[in-house]
Nanobody, 117 residues
Framework: QVQLVESGGGLVQEGGSLRLSCTASGRTYSIVGVGWFRQALGKDREVLGAIDWSGGNARYADSMKGRFTIFKANAKNTVYLQMNSLKPEDTAVYYC??????????WGQGTQVTVSS
């Protein structure tokens, strides 16, 4: 089993930045990659991007390119989501998920991000 814990959410003003963390524990050796997702109130879950567990091959949804960066601190089993130039429409609960097989099998509890105008 893999356990994930997100942190770093909070309230930020429009144009500000936040860095979210996703720390994995348990059978981390089985993780293939980690993805970031978000879900705004009343909307479907949205894919933001993903990264291989090795720390390479970061890739993003087209709408996220340029403002969001995903990277990994290998020694800490932690994947980060750096978010810049935040907008009120970025307000959502942000989740990370670990891919062990072909699908995202383990999910964190989510962290709330609120961007005020």
């Amino acid at each position: 089993q893999v356990q994930l814990v997100e942190s770093g959410g909070g309230l930020v003003q429009e144009g500000g930045s936040l860095r979210l963390s996703c720390t994995a524990s348990g059978r981390t050796y089985s993780i293939v990659g980690v993805g970031w997702f978000r879900q705004a109130l009343g909307k479907d879950r949205e894919v933001l991007g993903a990264i291989d567990w090795s720390g390479g091959n970061a890739r993003y949804a087209d709408s996220m390119k340029g403002r969001f960066t995903i990277f990994k601190a290998n020694a800490k089993n932690t994947v980060y989501l750096q978010m810049n130039s935040l907008k009120p429409e970025d307000t959502a609960v942000y989740y990370c998920a670990a891919k062990v097989g072909y699908e995202y099998d383990s999910w964190g509890q989510g962290t709330q991000v609120t961007v005020s105008s």
